[in-house]
Structure formats: C-alpha cells, structure tokens
C-alpha cells in the first residue's frame, strides 16, 4: 500500500462546474499538506498548502484537510479550461526535506 | 529569467550507455532535489542535497550518482542506462528553514532508453 492514494482519473467536467479531488494517506505524523498542479509537459508548481488540519482558500480554490480521517481535498469553483491540468497532492513530516507525492489526478475542464 | 533550469530537455540514448543532466537554480535556495516521475505520472525522490551535502538517498540504484559542485547546481549522472530508467527527472529547489512544502520545479528531462 503507497503511503499516499489519489485516483489517478481522468476527470473530466463542464466548464463552471464544482472539482473535488481527493487523497488518503496512511502515516499519521504528516503535519503539511501541499497541492500541486502540474501542466502538460512542465513541471508541478506550488497550488496550495495547509498545515495540520483546517481548511484554506485562495481564490476559486480550497483546501481541506481531515487528519482524524487522514483525507485531504482541494476543490475548484467555477472551474475554467485553463485548469485542466494534473493535480498533485503532497506530504511532509515537520522538519522533513522530502515531500511523499499521491499518483495525480489527471483534470480536464470542457468548455 | 528561469528559476530552476535542466538540460538537456529530451534525452534519448540507448541502453548501456552513461548519459548525465544538469540543473542550475538561481532563487538563492540551499537545498535541491532530483525527482524520478513515471509513466503513470508518480513522483518520487531520488535524492536531496543541502548546501552541497547529500541528506536523503532513497534506495536509488549505484548507478545513479548526483553530484553538487555548489549550492546552485544539482547534476545527475546515470550509469548503464537501462529500459527501466525512461521516465521524466526533474531537479527542484527550496529554502531550509521554510519546509519542504514550497518546492520549485524545473522543465524535466524527458529520458528515453532504447
């Protein structure tokens, strides 16, 4: 089992629609949670991230995480096609230079 | 102006050989990284070098061996290449002290093995 589990889709959806992606993970002492958004071929890039548990919004975007669950999600308002994109989740420990990626979640957004 | 840069972009070799990617960062930033990312897009660490000190192996094969000659520059070098190794690498950088969370990536170099 990966310590880290994302769907890896595709997901594909209508322009304007509500995204949820979703990951679960298996170690309990991860205290960051990142989301990431990788372009077609380019590299990942900082979306969002929360520590320990709480929600966080920025914009159209919103990261939630569970800890007694140990679920995190990253929703999309009024999505547009320019988020197509896959999205990845990411972990660390305190302290930890490494971060523990989820598979990625391949997003389309139709228009 | 490029944060993280790699070169080459496209690699493409046959196996047996030893081929090597470079990546430079100009963000001021202490710490890098070489990431392996596969077919079905999973990431994963290779290693990790702050201030030119290796700090994280994760079970990479011998024939893979990074090399710091400072701070700004991760180098990759890759021994006998094999099918295996197509994939894409990206190098990334960070500040210590900021956490892990906050990497910045480079383009990737795109590796295929023949």
């Known amino acids: 089992q990966k310590e880290v589990e994302q769907d890896p889709g595709p997901l594909s959806v209508p322009e304007g629609a509500i995204v949820s992606l979703n990951c679960t993970y298996s170690?309990?002492?991860?205290?960051?949670f990142m989301w990431y958004r990788q372009y077609s071929r380019k590299g990942p890039e900082l979306l969002m991230y929360?520590?320990?548990?709480g929600n966080k919004e920025d914009g159209r975007f919103t990261a939630q995480v569970d800890k007694s669950s140990k679920y995190i999600s990253l929703f999309i308002r009024d999505s547009q096609p320019s988020d197509s994109a896959t999205y990845l989740c990411?972990?660390?420990?305190?302290?930890?230079?490494?971060?523990?990626f989820g598979q990625g979640t391949r997003l389309t957004i139709n228009p | 102006d490029t944060a993280v840069s790699q070169t080459p972009k496209y690699l493409v070799t046959q196996m047996g050989n030893d081929k090597s990617i470079k990546c430079e960062q100009n963000?001021?930033?202490?710490?890098m990284y070489w990431y392996k990312q596969d077919s079905k897009k999973f990431l994963k660490i290779m290693f990790s070098y702050n201030n030119k000190e290796l700090i994280i192996n994760e079970t990479v094969p011998n024939r893979f061996s990074p090399k710091s000659p400072d701070k700004a520059h991760l180098n990759l070098h890759i021994n006998s290449l094999e099918l295996g190794d197509s994939a894409v690498y990206f190098c990334?950088?960070?500040?210590?002290?900021?956490?892990?969370?906050?990497?910045?990536f480079g383009p990737g170099t795109r590796l295929t093995v023949t």
């Open positions: 929360t520590y320990s548990s």
């Open positions: 990334a950088s960070s500040q210590q002290g900021q956490g892990a969370y906050e990497q910045y």
């Open positions: 990411a972990m660390s420990f305190r302290g930890a230079q490494k971060l523990v």
């Open positions: 170690n309990s002492a991860f205290q960051y």
């Open positions: 963000l001021g930033h202490d710490t």
